[in-house]
């Protein structure tokens, strides 16, 4: 068994460690992104409302003005009845008809408005119809996301005890020396690989001094990267003279 055998077993629970915190802290994020899909569609839609209440305003406006004609109208008439001059009979007349005029002009108008509104509410109803299948499908999502969590969060857990109860194996200066280099570096043990005489660091990827490369191959020490740091180890015998 290797020297760094130990280590190798302690980083390799120490990866899988880090991709559970990473996923967890990716989580949040990949929710909020899928959300912020949510934002064309309540833009599309508040566009539309928006359109909708101007649209439905200008109707309420026209009826408005038809009622107020309407009112002036009953008033005059009301008016009319106790006039006792044939000239101030025909002038409330004329003000009647012009009213009367202004009203049927003012009611084409509310027509014509109240078409206007027609495709404005349609693209009201698309623009919710779309809201609710993104929602739907963004719910969907945020439910995986959320089972997702809980299971990195329970698989977390197990790792963090598989280590708790692995660090027994390690020994103290071993431990020592993979708790520093794991604050700065990672992988913290990484392998040597041969390139004809020369031996190459796999963590920093630079050529190492002969005399590590015969470190690593006798195996009796904890050998480190004369560049990285790192924890070095090969699989790699001494030749035989």
């Given at each position: 068994?290797?020297?760094?055998?130990?280590?190798?077993?302690?980083?390799?629970?120490?990866?899988?460690?880090?991709?559970?915190?990473?996923?967890?802290?990716?989580?949040?994020?990949?929710?909020?992104?899928?959300?912020?899909?949510?934002?064309?569609?309540?833009?599309?839609?508040?566009?539309?409302?928006?359109?909708?209440?101007?649209?439905?305003?200008?109707?309420?406006?026209?009826?408005?003005?038809?009622?107020?004609?309407?009112?002036?109208?009953?008033?005059?008439?009301?008016?009319?009845?106790?006039?006792?001059?044939?000239?101030?009979?025909?002038?409330?007349?004329?003000?009647?008809?012009?009213?009367?005029?202004?009203?049927?002009?003012?009611?084409?108008?509310?027509?014509?408005?109240?078409?206007?509104?027609?495709?404005?509410?349609?693209?009201?109803?698309d623009a919710e119809e779309r809201l609710s299948a993104e929602q739907a499908v963004i719910d969907d999502y945020v439910k995986e996301m959320e089972d997702r969590q809980?299971?990195?969060?329970?698989?977390?857990?197990?790792?963090?005890?598989?280590?708790?109860?692995?660090?027994?194996?390690?020994?103290?200066?071993?431990?020592?020396?993979?708790?520093?280099?794991?604050?700065?570096?990672?992988?913290?043990?990484?392998?040597?690989?041969?390139?004809?005489?020369?031996?190459?660091?796999?963590?920093?990827?630079?050529?190492?001094?002969?005399?590590?490369?015969?470190?690593?191959?006798?195996?009796?020490?904890?050998?480190?990267?004369?560049?990285?740091?790192?924890?070095?180890?090969?699989?790699?015998?001494?030749?035989?003279?």
């Open positions: 068994m290797r020297v760094v055998q130990p280590l190798l077993g302690l980083q390799e629970i120490d990866s899988r460690i880090r991709e559970f915190e990473q996923e967890l802290k990716d989580i949040p994020a990949r929710i909020a992104q899928e959300k912020k899909r949510l934002e064309g569609v309540l833009g599309q839609l508040a566009n539309a409302q928006a359109d909708f209440r101007t649209a439905q305003t200008r109707v309420d406006d026209l009826v408005a003005d038809v009622k107020v004609r309407r009112d002036k109208i009953q008033k005059l008439k009301q008016e009319q009845s106790g006039l006792k001059s044939n000239n101030e009979y025909k002038m409330f007349n004329l003000q009647i008809n012009a009213l009367e005029s202004e009203i049927e002009k003012l009611e084409a108008q509310q027509l014509i408005a109240m078409d206007n509104t027609i495709p404005v509410k349609r693209r009201v109803a809980a299971a990195v969060e329970a698989a977390l857990k197990a790792a963090e005890q598989e280590r708790a109860a692995f660090l027994p194996n390690v020994s103290e200066a071993m431990l020592r020396q993979y708790s520093l280099l794991l604050k700065k570096r990672w992988p913290v043990v990484v392998s040597l690989r041969r390139d004809g005489d020369r031996f190459i660091c796999n963590g920093c990827h630079l050529v190492q001094p002969p005399s590590v490369g015969q470190m690593a191959m006798h195996d009796e020490d904890v050998v480190h990267c004369e560049m990285c740091g790192r924890i070095l180890y090969t699989t790699e015998s001494p030749a035989k003279k």
